[in-house]
């Protein structure tokens, strides 16, 4: 596993450099796709890079990437590893240049991620973690090994742009927030520290969460759907996430302090 980690993160950050070159375009391509999503030049360059680069390392393990057509499950199922892609997690994010975008790798064995990389382009940050390994962040060639904060004051990793009402619902306790772009972005600075959890209200892929759970588990946090249940990977048609919470340190009592739902 720590034999795949150091190319996967030359390829995110080789994607990041893609990413960053669209940035300040005037035209960044910006299209909606069937599902009412955008996406830029900025994503399918990013996308082209990941799936040339694992296609060369890895020719024998299958990609599925939020940018290409994904087979149905009938096909996947017999999948006992592949990479789970997220070219630039937080394309609204990028369009309306926050800064807080981020490249996504994950490797998925037996329907559990089990090595991830993000990359956040505009810091030059890297966040990666391997099962067994321990979960890391990487600025200026420099690694630093990272994990959840003991319990203190709760702090609430929120979006910039969802209200917080959306989430705060559902949150039986006072707590403190430190708004941020991306989905995963949000997860990594529960893994370092910087907050506790993370509550996501609404649409997200698989591939949202597959490099995420690695480094967040790996950092001594969990992710979990939000009934408290484990995500499911490579398992159903759908490739749609429930609304999940990201948990930093266990010995918060999350189950007292958040309520479960069901969404819809």
Known sequence: MKSLLEPCIALAE??????????????????????????????????????????????????MSEETPIPPLSQRQAWSRYWLLDPMDGTGEFILKSG??????????????????????TKGVTYFAAEGYGA?????????AISV???????????????????????????DTIPLGS????????????????????????WDTGASQVIVEQAGGSIVDAEFNPLSYNQRETTENPDFIV????EWDWSNLIKPHHRG
């Not at 948990?247 to 266990?250: A, R």
């Open 100 to 121: 807080d975008f981020a490249v996504n790798i994950a490797l998925v064995e037996n329907n559990k991620p089990v090595l991830g990389v993000i990359h956040w382009p």
């Open 14 to 63: 080789q994607a990041g450099k893609a990413i960053l070159a669209i940035y300040d375009l005037d035209d960044i391509g910006q299209q909606e796709k069937v599902d009412h999503t955008p996406v830029t030049k900025a994503d399918l360059a990013a996308n082209e890079v990941l799936v040339a680069g694992l296609q060369s390392l890895a020719p024998d393990i299958p990609i």
């Open 183 to 206: 989905c995963s972005l949000k997860a990594c600075i529960v893994a370092e520290g910087k907050a506790d959890f993370f509550m996501r209200i609404g649409p997200t892929g698989e």
């Open 149 to 175: 904060a003991k319990p203190d004051n709760l702090t609430l990793a929120v979006s910039r742009r969802q209200k917080i009402e959306a989430v705060s619902c559902f949150i039986k306790t006072q707590f």
């Open 247 to 250: 948990m930093g340190h266990p």
């Open 136 to 144: 890391f962040k990487r600025k200026n060639g420099h690694d630093k």
